[in-house]
């Protein structure tokens, strides 16, 4: 009950006290009657107007045209602000001024289910688990109480330049299944012929990491989601040797933000790109490279038994607020679109580009589309495949500000420092922030 408390004073001061100047009509904080007495209104938020917010838009045409009598108003605003505050609200205990309906991250949302229960809705009775890749419903899943509803799932892949490789010697095939031994060693060969890098990082991001472990199985926190696992954990430690080889082999273009990292791939500065399936928009802004990438799965780690060529990275998750009036109108609006209406989320996969985390079952036929830019490969089936074999991890609570401490470690790993000590450094700091354990 103490780590609880504290982690709810530390999340609200983490917070700015925003709610009196982020409350008003803007903000939904009072869903109920519209000024149309006939019709209820209930509220949503969401960030990225081109993607989470149209998807809304779009179920909210949906929704409405059958049910005349409720209406929605989605608002968009930036995903530091919903976190914001959510943080502040629940931790004061005050629902004033948050929606029926949020969306939040799955790295995030066992942060609100561990530490303010009873603020998100029980969703179990609109959720047929079986319909959905397990490794996204353990997320925000307790005690078998299901308190999401999936929306966008991040399975990775490898995509890749024909042109480079194929300048270095090597086709399509070469890069089924390897290793991330084999992927560096491709790579030499690859900057050797070409000058070009294998592979980029961002600074400050830990994509690679995050796809490394959840590649094995493990995270920062035990399986059973009650204590840290990260000193003496072989995967991580794994995990940090392969990041320093792939470093050492001199194969990868460091990016100092986001805007840069699109730049080098619009100026073809990467032979590979290894990252979620929402990174193909990205690459196809690149329209003089249509027709030269192509798509294969991600490397495993060579010496963790139990590693697999897939993996996940992000992802996010519709949820109500159990507290604000209408949460039963608006699980019933989450029940009929994002839930169960596969004809919708088959539309979404053109509208938006989403990559749903339900399982195929035929239904969703856009997936089959062939995409002329990446040589009429069928990438939406194959990420199809690989989504069904990546491992569940739990997230734990702190995902991100354990992400902060993990990256100073790694810089010392990278300059030559002990693995192990910067794991046990890393556990003892994190232990500091109030993880659970």
């Not at 009775?125 to 999401?148: E, Q, V």
């Not at 070009?196 to 796809?211: P, W």
């Not at 339900?358 to 199809?384: R, V």
């Amino acid at each position: 009950m103490r780590i609880r408390k504290l982690l709810a004073l530390l999340l609200a001061a983490a917070a700015a006290l925003c709610l009196p100047a982020c409350g008003g009509s803007t903000s939904g904080s009072n869903a109920g009657k519209t000024a149309d007495e006939s019709k209820t209104e209930i509220t949503a938020w969401a960030w990225d107007d081109n993607f989470n917010v149209k998807a809304l838009r779009l179920a909210k045409e949906r929704y409405e045209a059958e049910h005349p009598d409720v209406t929605l108003t989605v608002i968009s605003q930036s995903l530091n602000d919903v976190v914001q505050k959510l943080n502040t609200a629940f931790a004061a205990e005050s629902y004033d001024g948050l929606p029926n309906i949020v969306l939040i991250e799955d790295y995030r949302v066992g942060g609100y289910l561990d530490v303010f229960p009873g603020s998100l809705r029980d969703l179990s009775s609109i959720i047929n688990a079986d319909d959905w890749m397990p490794y996204k419903l353990s997320a925000f899943t307790r005690d078998g109480k299901i308190y999401g509803v999936p929306f966008d799932s991040a399975v990775c892949g490898m995509f890749y330049r024909v042109d480079f490789l194929e300048q270095a010697g090597y086709t399509g095939e070469d890069l089924n299944n390897i290793t991330w031994s084999e992927y560096i060693e491709i790579g030499k060969k690859v900057k050797e012929a070409t000058g070009v890098s294998m592979l980029e990082q961002t600074s400050g991001d830990l994509t690679l990491m995050k796809i490394l472990m959840q590649s094995a199985g493990t995270w920062y926190v035990s399986e059973d989601n009650t204590s840290l696992n990260i000193a003496g954990n072989p995967v991580i430690k794994e995990a940090m040797q392969v990041y320093k080889d792939l470093m050492d082999a001199g194969i990868v273009m460091n990016f100092p933000g986001w805007d840069e990292k699109v730049r080098g791939i619009q100026n073809g500065d990467l032979a590979t790109i290894v990252d979620g399936c929402w990174i193909s928009a990205t690459i196809k802004t690149a329209e003089d490279q249509s027709g030269k990438w192509a798509l294969k799965p991600i490397p495993r780690m060579d010496h963790v038994e139990g590693a697999v060529n897939a993996s996940n990275v992000g992802g996010s998750s519709w949820y109500v607020v159990d507290k604000v009036a209408n949460a039963d109108v608006a699980e019933n609006f989450l029940k009929e679109t994002f839930a169960s209406d596969t004809g919708f989320l088959n539309e979404l996969v053109n509208e938006i580009g989403l990559f749903s985390s339900h399982k195929s079952d035929g239904s969703f036929t856009n997936y089959e589309a062939q995409d002329a830019f990446f040589g009429n490969q069928k990438i939406w089936e194959d990420f199809a495949a690989w989504a069904e074999l990546v491992p569940q991890v739990p997230y734990g609570i702190n995902t991100y500000n354990i992400d902060d401490i993990v990256e100073e470690e790694l810089q010392t790993v990278l300059q030559g420092g002990d693995i192990d000590a910067a794991l046990s450094a890393i556990e003892s700091r994190a232990a500091q922030i109030g993880q659970i354990g």
